[in-house]
């Protein structure tokens, strides 16, 4: 099983980016797909999850309205389009499977002027 997250950067505050997580060793369209991020000296945050097929989607409150889970289970791959990026944003974000869990070594978000 491996989840290799990428398109992470540094970006100003206002900014996008859109990260990816590719994924291999298991049934990809199987499986509940989530981002977790943590900053720096604090504990993982849930961000979005969403389910087989895209038919449940969800975000943390922090991130509504500006970021945007998808999935596309042809590629295997997971993304997360992040809009109107803020200072808070920033930290290591992972893909992850959540039935049995499973990460990614992450990709780093930086947001700052």
């Known amino acids: 099983v491996q989840l290799v997250e990428s398109g992470g950067g540094m970006v100003q505050p206002g900014g996008s980016l859109r990260l990816s997580c590719a994924a291999s060793?298991?049934?990809?369209?199987?499986?509940?797909m989530m981002w977790v991020r943590q900053a720096p000296g604090k504990g993982p945050e849930w961000v979005s999850s969403?389910?087989?097929?895209?038919?449940?989607?969800t975000y943390a409150e922090s991130v509504k309205g500006r970021f945007t889970i998808s999935r596309d289970d042809t590629k295997k791959t997971l993304y997360l389009q992040m809009n109107d990026l803020k200072p808070e944003d920033t930290a290591l974000y992972y893909c992850?499977?959540?039935?049995?869990?499973?990460r990614g070594q992450g990709t780093q978000v930086t947001v700052s002027s």
């Open positions: 992850a499977r959540q039935n049995p869990p499973f």
């Open positions: 060793g298991f049934t990809f369209s199987l499986y509940t």
């Open positions: 969403i389910t087989t097929g895209g038919r449940s989607i």
